[in-house]
């Protein structure tokens, strides 16, 4: 019976249908069917004069659209500020998306800057054969860059990753990069 008297005021649009014409058709089981569907916010309940009027949930919402113009400004408000936060949400992913590019380029030009920098200090550093220490060229570049043991290291094993037909690394050392499990304290360009 449920389904009927639902099926009864949704059939009705959004004109709604008579509280008493309901009880009329479906006897007096339909008080207590119609708090039910009320609590359920499946239908709505509505004095209009000397009269209820019920609707289903949506030919209410369209009811209020049609008859209501406060419900129709706040409706259309609602509607102008959902506008305005997609265009925000795509304004500020277009924002992101501009911030990630000048980061990568940001950082290619820093990798850059610090293989000149990691290259001179390798020439200027290396014995008769080439080789240095990576705690030599460490000194001189965080010195000058102020960049901490740490970020020195992960650039240059970055580098040599990067590079490796450029550059040859070997074992050995108190510090440097570790490739393998293997602190490789020693570096020369081939």
């Known amino acids: 019976m449920i389904e009927e008297v639902l099926h009864s005021i949704g059939s009705t649009g959004i004109v709604g249908v008579k509280k008493a014409d309901l009880k009329k058709t479906y006897g007096k089981e339909c008080d207590e069917i119609l708090e039910k ?15 209820y009027f019920v609707w289903s ?4 919402i369209l009811h209020l659209t049609e008859n209501d113009p406060k419900f129709k400004l706040i409706l259309n408000m609602l509607v102008g500020v959902s506008h305005s936060v997609a265009r925000l949400k795509d304004h500020t992913q277009n924002l992101r998306e501009d911030m990630e590019r000048i980061s990568l380029q940001e950082n290619h030009h820093h990798d ?15 014995t008769s054969i080439g080789w240095t220490s990576f705690s030599k060229i460490r000194e001189k570049i965080c010195q000058t860059r ?3 043991k740490e970020k020195f290291y992960l650039l240059a094993g970055d580098l040599v990753e990067k590079h490796h037909d450029k550059y040859e690394v070997s074992s050995g050392g108190q510090e440097g990069i570790v490739i393998r499990g293997l602190v490789h304290g020693f570096v ?3």
Request: a negative charge.
């Open 146 to 148: 102020d960049l901490s």
């Open 37 to 51: 569907l009320a609590k359920e916010e499946k239908i709505f309940i509505e004095k209009k004069g000397v009269a």
């Open 188 to 190: 020369r360009n081939v």
């Open 57 to 60: 949930r949506e030919n209410y």
């Open 112 to 126: 850059i800057d610090f293989e000149n920098v990691f290259d001179k200090c390798l020439r200027e550093a290396g």
